[in-house]
């Protein structure tokens, strides 16, 4: 699995979608990367 912290959903300063974004293997983690983070590590520790 991989995991990618992103702030939103918008294509960025760039305005190009990143294709690795939308593999089966991406899990794509929405808003603030230490609260998404702080979230996140409990459920898999």
Known sequence: QVFVSKRGQGT???GIENPLF???NTRMF???A???LDQLLP???
């Open 12 to 14: 960025g300063y760039s």
């Open 22 to 24: 939308y593999k089966d």
């Open 30 to 32: 929405y808003g603030d």
């Open 34 to 36: 230490k609260k998404s």
């Open 43 to 45: 459920m898999i520790e």
